[in-house]
């Protein structure tokens, strides 16, 4: 900085040959000034901005697994409290207890992300969207693997070994539509935390599903 | 740091510019130190730079009326190129910084916020009226002073509002406590034709934190409800109708985390007290 100072005086020696005004600047010097100007412009508006691009943003892949996860594993505890309360197999009651923490603790998960990356709970989009023909994919509505209100009716009224079954049956459509999700968001995210917790859930699930299987064997139902 | 701080009395003469060129390397292993040797060279390299280019910082002071001969005519033109480059630098920083702050903004404003800014609603937790947003619970049929309730004390069991479109009328008592949970009520006037009830449905069903239900003689064709807010509008085609379920849905719980499943999924105006005959017991 003060190495220009110290040249200051150095400068009156120079030529009085007038150049006009514009050409004192020379291109190289608007080219500089130019470069000078949008990195003060750029860095400004990577403080205003930054934040905005560093976490996901309304519309992203991560906001909408998180969305619309959120909904997809609610509607699984309520499917395991149902069967913790009221199975007949201690197996089916002990899954249905399983089911229900483990995703309302994931749900917890996915509602904290938002609520960092500053985003409501609620989307402007439509559910799935977030995923390549994701749209495509729900069915009246509803996104994979979700019961309708006459399953869920049904299941609700079911008691003994037929509510165990169609809960087995119900929960397997179900878990398969999630993992789907998931996979999707696996593939789609950068994220660490999301793509540690849906190759969780893809993982997890899976598990679940032969286990959903080795039950119906056990209860004697068709998978 | 160390570069810019000159060391002691020693003075550079600009001798040193005329020849452009480095001390004799064998100096700077003597007392001059390796760090006056570089500022030398740099003061040295400015300096020829700019006589190197006539004019230079001379050019304004030597302005004063002399020798306006042909290079002024030439300067009559503008120089487009700087300004174009400048114009569009500018135009699209400005583009970038505004869009960011805008959207930054509109991202993390509160829900609150959002909720204020739709035209119609009626925030009662601002009311001076607690009562509207009290809530303990009771067994039994409770009086609301609005219809539908927006809060207010309500029953142990909260309706089931994982998506659930009723189709005739639910009790307030078990509705206030789904809102209590987070979840935005969407009711409507019974009787309304069967396909703007199907639109609404379409809106509730599959979606955890929301319910929907008829209600007899209600006010307005529809009416949206969640804790402390409502609005009330006369069409099922409204776009407030999404504003308020973007605004509103979880966010305005009163008890964080609570959840929707797990209640009363009957139909009928007359509260459940379930488990009531259990106490004392």
Same mark, same amino acid.
């Given at each position: 900085?003060?190495?220009?100072?110290?040249?200051?005086?150095?400068?009156?020696?120079?030529?009085?040959?007038?150049?006009?005004?514009?050409?004192?600047?020379?291109?190289?010097?608007?080219?500089?000034?130019?470069?000078?100007?949008?990195?003060?412009l750029?860095?400004?508006?990577?403080?205003?901005?930054?934040?905005?691009?560093?976490?996901?943003?309304?519309?992203?892949?991560?906001?909408?697994?998180?969305?619309?996860?959120?909904?997809?594993?609610?509607?699984?505890?309520?499917?395991?409290?149902?069967?913790?309360?009221?199975?007949?197999?201690?197996?089916?009651?002990?899954?249905?207890?399983?089911?229900?923490?483990?995703?309302?603790?994931?749900?917890?998960?996915?509602?904290?992300?938002?609520?960092?990356?500053?985003?409501?709970?609620?989307g402007?989009?439509?559910?799935?969207?977030?995923?390549?023909?994701?749209?495509?994919?729900?069915?009246?509505?509803?996104?994979?693997?979700?019961?309708?209100?006459?399953?869920?009716?049904?299941?609700?009224?079911?008691?003994?070994?037929a509510f165990?079954?169609?809960f087995?049956?119900?929960?397997?459509?179900?878990?398969?539509?999630?993992?789907?999700?998931?996979?999707?968001?696996?593939?789609?995210?950068?994220?660490?935390?999301?793509?540690?917790l849906?190759?969780?859930m893809?993982?997890?699930?899976r598990?679940?599903?032969?286990?959903?299987?080795?039950?119906?064997?056990k209860?004697?139902?068709?998978a | 740091?160390?570069?810019?701080?000159?060391?002691?009395? &020693?003075?550079r003469?600009?001798?040193?510019?005329?020849?452009?060129?480095?001390?004799?390397?064998?100096?700077?292993?003597?007392?001059?130190?390796?760090t006056?040797?570089?500022?030398?060279s740099?003061?040295?390299?400015?300096?020829?730079g700019?006589?190197?280019?006539?004019?230079?910082?001379?050019?304004?002071a030597?302005?004063?009326?002399?020798?306006?001969?042909t290079?002024?005519? !030439?300067?009559?033109?503008?120089?487009?190129?700087?300004?174009?480059?400048?114009?569009?630098?500018?135009?699209i920083?400005?583009?970038?910084?505004?869009?960011?702050?805008?959207?930054?903004?509109?991202?993390?404003?509160?829900?609150?916020?959002?909720?204020?800014?739709i035209?119609?609603?009626?925030?009662?937790?601002?009311?001076?009226?607690?009562?509207?947003?009290?809530?303990?619970?009771a067994?039994?049929?409770?009086?609301?002073?609005l219809?539908?309730p927006?809060?207010?004390?309500? &029953?142990?069991?909260w $309706?089931?509002?994982?998506?659930? !479109?009723?189709?005739?009328?639910?009790?307030?008592?078990?509705?206030?406590?789904?809102?209590e949970?987070g979840? !935005?009520? !969407?009711?409507?006037k &019974?009787?309304?034709?069967?396909?703007?009830?199907?639109?609404?449905?379409?809106?509730?069903?599959?979606?955890?934190?929301?319910?929907?239900?008829p209600?007899?003689?209600?006010?307005?064709?529809?009416?949206? $409800?969640?804790?402390?807010? $409502?609005?009330k509008?006369?069409?099922?085609?409204?776009?407030?109708?999404?504003?308020?379920?973007?605004?509103?849905?979880? &966010?305005?719980?009163?008890?964080?985390?609570?959840?929707?499943?797990?209640?009363?999924t009957?139909?009928g105006?007359?509260?459940?007290?379930?488990g009531?005959?259990? $106490?004392?017991?």
């Open positions: 900085m003060s190495v220009s100072v110290e040249s200051e005086p150095e400068s009156p020696e120079i030529d009085d040959a007038v150049p006009p005004a514009h050409r004192r600047f020379g291109v190289a010097g608007w080219l500089a000034a130019g470069g000078a100007l949008g990195l003060v750029g860095l400004v508006g990577g403080v205003l901005v930054g934040p905005t691009f560093t976490r996901p943003g309304e519309n992203s892949a991560e906001a909408g697994f998180a969305r619309d996860m959120s909904t997809h594993h609610a509607q699984a505890v309520e499917m395991g409290m149902l069967a913790h309360q009221k199975a007949s197999d201690s197996d089916v009651r002990t899954l249905g207890g399983d089911i229900a923490l483990t995703q309302q603790a994931q749900i917890g998960m996915m509602q904290a992300w938002l609520r960092e990356w500053k985003l409501g709970p609620t402007s989009r439509p559910r799935m969207a977030w995923m390549p023909e994701g749209s495509a994919g729900l069915e009246n509505g509803l996104m994979p693997g979700m019961a309708t209100d006459a399953e869920r009716e049904q299941l609700r009224n079911a008691t003994g070994k165990d079954v169609l087995l049956q119900l929960m397997i459509k179900h878990h398969l539509g999630g993992i789907h999700m998931a996979e999707e968001a696996v593939k789609l995210t950068d994220n660490a935390e999301v793509l540690r849906a190759q969780g893809v993982d997890n699930q598990n679940e599903v032969a286990a959903f299987q080795l039950l119906l064997k209860l004697d139902a068709p | 740091m160390s570069i810019s701080t000159p060391a002691g009395d &020693n003075k003469r600009p001798s040193a510019v005329s020849t452009g060129k480095k001390p004799p390397a064998g100096k700077s292993s003597s007392s001059t130190s390796s006056s040797t570089a500022r030398k740099s003061t040295a390299g400015k300096a020829a700019a006589a190197g280019r006539p004019g230079g910082k001379a050019g304004g030597g302005g004063k009326g002399r020798k306006p001969i290079p002024v005519k !030439v300067s009559q033109g503008r120089s487009w190129g700087p300004i174009a480059m400048f114009v569009a630098v500018g135009v920083a400005a583009g970038i910084i505004g869009y960011g702050s805008w959207a930054a903004f509109k991202g993390s404003q509160p829900w609150e916020e959002k909720a204020a800014d035209s119609g609603i009626v925030n009662y937790r601002d009311n001076p009226d607690k009562t509207l947003t009290e809530a303990n619970h067994w039994g049929p409770l009086t609301y002073k219809t539908p927006v809060g207010g004390n309500h &029953n142990y069991n $309706q089931n509002c994982m998506g659930d !479109v009723y189709d005739a009328p639910i009790a307030s008592e078990h509705a206030v406590h789904s809102m949970h979840a !935005v009520w !969407v009711a409507y &019974n009787g309304l034709p069967a396909d703007q009830v199907e639109k609404l449905a379409g809106k509730v069903r599959g979606n955890e934190y929301m319910l929907m239900s209600i007899d003689n209600l006010d307005s064709n529809v009416s949206l $409800q969640a804790w402390g807010y $409502q609005l509008l006369d069409s099922v085609d409204d776009g407030r109708i999404d504003e308020f379920i973007s605004a509103l849905r979880q &966010n305005a719980t009163v008890e964080a985390g609570a959840t929707c499943s797990g209640g009363i009957a139909t105006t007359t509260p459940r007290d379930i009531k005959d259990q $106490q004392g017991g």
